[in-house]
């Protein structure tokens, strides 16, 4: 079975930083993409990044490139999401999540994901 386990979620102030961790176990599959989608209050749920699991390239959503940053510690089986200059609009459960095939697009605009981790909450507030 997948397993998707978060961690570092908290309670931070407008600014400040975080950084998500996520460990995988389970995969039987070779070529995917792993990352991040998040759910405010109130709202849909929102694919923010990705990464392949075969060559390491980050694919993310617009709204949030230059802040948040993915990466992939592959010696761990972890990826992480470094969430920086963190804005109350940032609210949300972060969820890690994986789609089996390798397109970042399906991943993060369509949220055509297989798997789910449990999520964890990050809250921004001053």
């Known amino acids: 079975e997948v397993q998707l386990v978060e961690s570092g979620g908290g309670l931070v102030q407008p600014g400040g930083s975080l950084r998500l961790s996520c460990t995988a176990s389970g995969f039987t599959f070779d070529d995917y993409c792993i990352g991040w989608v998040r759910q405010a209050p109130g709202k849909d749920r929102e694919g923010l990044s990705c990464i392949s699991s075969k060559n390491d390239k980050p694919w993310y959503r617009d709204s949030i490139r230059g802040r948040f940053t993915i990466s992939r510690d592959n010696a761990n089986n972890t990826v992480y999401l470094q969430m920086d200059s963190l804005i109350p609009e940032d609210t949300a459960v972060y969820y890690c999540?994986?789609?089996?095939?390798?397109?970042?697009?399906?991943?993060?605009?369509?949220?055509?994901?297989?798997?789910w981790g449990q999520g964890t909450q990050v809250t921004v507030s001053s």
């Open positions: 999540a994986v789609k089996e095939e390798n397109l970042p697009y399906s991943f993060i605009h369509r949220l055509a994901i297989d798997h």
